[in-house]
């Protein structure tokens, strides 16, 4: 028990805290009834609409058609009708700027009429709405004085209702561009690149004899970590309540090397916690899955079924939010920063990508004999093709300052983007590279466990592996280096839109090769996935990518290992980058140019807020507690002296000593600070290489502290009590 005044004032009431647990009973709810109620989705829109603009407003939804604007009066009407016998007052443009955060626009239905308020919502009001354009990060895309911008609805993700306990909104979401038409959000290019996915892949699919394929889509299913923290304690840190992860403590006693919270029992005020989680999430329509605890104390996981991608992505960010506001019912906050806890096991959220249809089903399912399965080759060489040529980019869509701490440490794949197909596909595709067809593929078998209580369980050809970054698991791909705090849009359109390209590419050799010969697809299919994988396998590696030989081995195969996000945002605007996503009419240079700035000021800033913060916790929190330890000390030591004893003086020596070292460590950390840099890129660039070094020196004399210091002098909770205490 801590014996410092605030520190044990939140512990206690932590000990004593009535439980919640008992509050939240998920047996009352019933889950058929309960999932979806909240959201304006095409059962209700079929109800509730006549049939011509239902059959308009789903066939936009499903094929991705154009929808007539002529309808939106029609469909705003329904929407408010069903929005105000759910018991809303208000109405929402909900978009996705390039904080990476969501943003929304409030407007009530009521107006003022001759004999009190009317309920309005017209056509034109679910449509467009118009925030400040140059009030959100824009990268030069818009001057201060061009304020204009336009929210613009998204058919294709269904609107829903936020409850609260103060009341209830409708929420539109929406897609926010500027006054000149360019993209100020994560939205409009992951629909645009959605569109080009789905525009090449069918191509592939005719060439395939598929005339009608209908509509392909991406899909996602994004798996989310996060850590709940007791808020008491959380509010003792201003390291945490300012910068989302702490910027001093020392490593506890016990952390996660027991190896006994994964998959631990959960602890029951957090299952309260987490069914309240999904039953707010089930009302809208989210299609949770799976939880369970995390590889560290106090970490956890929560997971959906796949979505197409855009509603997977809205789905997601609506999910961050719920978890948070749901966390502070049950006394936690919801930390979802990539490293909150130094020498513990970040949060990551691994984003399980394919794409498919209605009408042929996921693309790149391989089936038992994937050597026979063309269709799946051709799609899956064009991602391989794909992530090697734009490796570089793929790293950039998950780097922050957060992520740089997470990348490559024993939980999370490194800064090297590499492909792990299993030792069944990385069989049959190096069979394809040697001589452009294959012949075989493994079978996993069956494993029997030894004893007949136990049945005979189907054995997979191939493992799993935790140490790669974008990793083939089944009938789908897992980029797993994707923040925890990230939105998903970015690396959801950097894949859309590489693949596209890629299939295009194939597409096009295909079609060259074919040219004038009859019967000839096949041939041509074979020679140029040969040519493809000849040149760009380079990319698969199934091994360990923590260990220092792949590092060696990718520097020899030439593949980028981008170490921190100043080396990686670059890649957003390169010309490679430029001319894929112009081709595929994703974004434009402009766009792509902007996005690299607006990032590497983020990362600028957010180490700038991160350096400040250290100083001034070093100075007014931890060197006061030091100080004040060694005039105890030294009170202990000149009474000890009178009585010939000594064991105070070492003990006041080695505090002087990391006293002196805390307090030079900030002087130079501030003298750093204080460096003015002409530009955003050369300000990043001292970020990484000074400043956060600079911030460690201060956080290894303070760590080495707290170590020493009187635990009645320490006011920072520790890592001890943050990660056990709930």
Not at 30 to 41: A, H, I, M, P, W
Not at 305 to 326: G, P, R, Y
Not at 508 to 513: G, H, T
Request: glycine share 8%.
């Amino acid at each position: 028990m801590s014996n410092h005044p605030a520190r044990h004032n939140a512990i206690t009431r932590i000990a004593s805290q009535p439980r919640l647990e008992g509050t939240f009973d998920f047996r009352s709810e019933k889950l058929d009834v309960v999932y979806g109620q909240n959201v304006f989705s095409l059962d209700k829109m079929e109800k509730r609409l006549p049939k011509g603009v239902f059959k308009s407003l789903k066939n936009a939804i499903e094929n991705g058609a154009k929808i007539d604007n002529s309808v939106a009066d029609i469909v705003a009407s329904a929407m408010k009708d069903w929005a105000l016998e759910r018991g809303a007052t208000h109405y929402a443009h909900v978009f996705y700027p390039l904080t990476g955060l969501t943003a929304e626009k409030h407007d009530t239905f009521f107006e003022p009429s001759g004999s009190g308020t009317l309920a309005q919502f017209a056509g034109k009001a679910l449509i467009q709405a118009e925030p400040d354009a140059s009030s959100f990060p824009n990268g030069g895309l818009r001057a201060t004085f061009e304020a204009r911008g336009y929210t613009a609805w998204d058919v294709t993700s269904p609107a829903y209702i936020f409850d609260t306990e103060n009341g209830s909104t409708l929420c539109i979401p929406t897609a926010f561009v500027s006054w000149t038409g360019e993209a100020l959000d994560k939205k409009t290019p992951l629909l645009r690149s959605m569109a080009a996915l789905n525009r090449a892949a069918r191509r592939l699919l005719k060439l395939f004899g598929n005339p009608e394929p209908g509509y392909i889509a991406a899909t996602a299913g994004p798996e989310q970590e996060y850590f709940l923290i007791d808020s008491r304690l959380y509010h003792l840190r201003p390291d945490l309540y300012t910068c989302g992860r702490s910027l001093f403590g020392a490593k506890p006693a016990k952390g996660q090397e027991f190896e006994d919270q994964y998959f631990g029992t959960i602890p029951s005020r957090v299952l309260a916690c987490m069914m309240e989680a999904e039953l707010e999430c089930f009302k809208l329509g989210i299609p949770i899955k799976t939880r369970h605890n995390e590889v560290a104390p106090a970490q956890f996981e929560v997971a959906p079924i796949f979505e197409t991608a855009n509603v997977a992505h809205d789905h997601q960010m609506l999910t961050m939010t719920v978890l948070k506001s749901v966390a502070a019912k049950h006394g936690f906050v919801c930390l979802m920063a990539e490293k909150p806890f130094a020498g513990v096991n970040g949060s990551g959220k691994h984003v399980n990508w394919s794409l498919g249809g209605a009408k042929v089903g996921n693309l790149l399912e391989p089936g038992s004999t994937p050597h026979d399965n063309a269709q799946f080759i051709a799609f899956a060489t064009a991602v391989i093709r794909a992530v090697d040529l734009h490796q570089g980019l793929l790293r950039a869509t998950v780097a922050s300052a957060g992520n740089d701490h997470r990348l490559g440490a024993n939980e999370a794949p490194p800064a090297i983007i590499s492909i792990y197909l299993g030792d069944m596909l990385a069989d049959v595709f190096e069979q394809l590279r040697k001589s452009g067809s294959a012949k075989s593929s493994k079978s996993g078998g069956t494993m029997h466990l030894g004893t007949d209580s136990l049945p005979v369980l189907p054995k997979d050809a191939g493992d799993r592996n935790r140490t790669s970054p974008f990793a083939f698991t089944g009938n789908k791909f897992e980029f797993r280096a994707v923040g925890s705090s990230f939105s998903i849009a970015g690396p959801l359109v950097a894949l859309n839109t590489i693949v596209a390209d890629s299939i295009e590419f194939l597409c096009e050799r295909i079609e060259a090769e074919s040219k004038g010969k009859k019967g000839a697809f096949n041939d041509a299919l074979a020679k140029v996935v040969k040519e493809v994988l000849q040149k760009h396998s380079r990319i698969i590696f199934n091994g360990n990518g923590y260990s220092e030989a792949w590092h060696k081995e990718a520097e020899r195969r030439g593949l980028k290992n981008l170490r921190t996000t100043p080396d990686a945002l670059p890649e957003i605007a390169s010309a490679r980058t430029v001319e894929v996503f112009e081709r595929q009419g994703v974004l434009s240079k402009r766009e792509l140019v902007s996005r690299e700035e607006i990032y590497t000021h983020s990362y600028v800033l957010s180490v700038g807020t991160e350096s400040k913060l250290t100083s001034e916790i070093g100075r007014t929190v931890i060197l006061p507690a030091a100080f004040a330890h060694a005039r105890d000390l030294a009170a202990s030591h000149e009474a000890l002296k009178a009585a010939g004893g000594k064991a105070a003086g070492k003990a006041l020596a080695d505090v002087a000593k990391l006293t002196d070292q805390l307090s030079s460590a900030l002087d130079a950390l501030d003298k750093l600070r204080a460096e003015s840099h002409e530009g955003t890129h050369e300000a990043a660039r001292h970020a990484v290489d000074k400043v956060l070094p600079a911030m460690l020196k201060v956080r290894a004399a303070a760590d080495a502290l707290e170590e020493i210091v009187a635990d009645a002098h320490w006011p920072l909770p520790t890592y001890q009590e943050l990660l056990f205490l709930r």
